[in-house]
């Protein structure tokens, strides 16, 4: 190794070998394809990914970049992994096997908002029980019902209808079993 840096250039070439510099007498050949390929190409599990989503994994993108190393055309590895050309072609254009996440839109509510609307709804029965749309009426939060609806389901909260009938108290369920004990022979006409 030489004590030159990447940026200095060396004011003398470097020394070819001599077996380098000899040219052969016969060209070499070019295959017209880089590889063959089989008439039925071999399924992977992947194929079976293109029907639900279009977005390509990690995975997907490392064997696109693979085979265009290896000199197959866009149309076969999109027909081999079972994915849209466009897709190939993409990646091969950005030459990154990490997909970008895609950007989206940005929540209307913040988590710390979130957390604030629930220390709300859980403080009171009366809270609990009370619709979506007053819940923004009284927070003042510029949202509609949707968007809070949808903001407590990402964080688990789900709401049901409450119980008409009040559950059963110990005492209530200790009578009822002294009851079925007491009367478990009798007979229908009693």
Same mark, same amino acid.
């Given at each position: ?6 940026? $200095? /250039? *060396?004011?003398? +070439?470097? &020394? #070819?070998? %001599? =077996? !380098?510099?000899?040219? @052969?007498?016969?060209?070499? $050949? /070019? *295959?017209?394809? +880089?590889? &063959? #390929?089989? %008439? =039925? !190409?071999?399924?992977? @599990? ?145």
């Amino acid at each position: 190794m030489s004590d030159l840096s990447i940026n $200095e /250039i *060396p004011e003398t +070439p470097p &020394e #070819i070998p %001599e =077996t !380098l510099t000899e040219i @052969p007498e016969t060209p070499m $050949e /070019i *295959p017209e394809t +880089p590889l &063959e #390929i089989p %008439e =039925t !190409l071999p399924r992977t @599990p992947i194929q079976e990914y293109r029907e639900y989503n279009a977005w390509t994994s990690r995975d997907r993108r490392q064997k696109i970049l693979l085979m265009t190393d290896l000199g197959y055309s866009q149309h076969t590895i999109a027909s081999y992994l079972n994915t849209f050309r466009h897709v190939v072609q993409y990646t091969q254009k950005t030459q990154r096997a990490t997909p970008k996440k895609p950007k989206g839109r940005p929540p209307k509510l913040t988590e710390d908002q979130v957390d604030e609307i629930l220390e709300f709804i859980s403080a009171s029965k009366q809270n609990r029980r009370m619709p979506y749309y007053r819940v923004v009426d009284v927070l003042n939060l510029d949202i509609s019902r949707e968007c809070l609806s949808n903001a407590l389901n990402r964080r688990g909260y789900r709401r049901c209808i409450a119980l008409r009938k009040p559950p059963v108290s110990e005492a209530t369920r200790l009578k009822r079993i002294q009851f079925a004990c007491d009367h478990v022979n009798w007979m229908p006409t009693q």
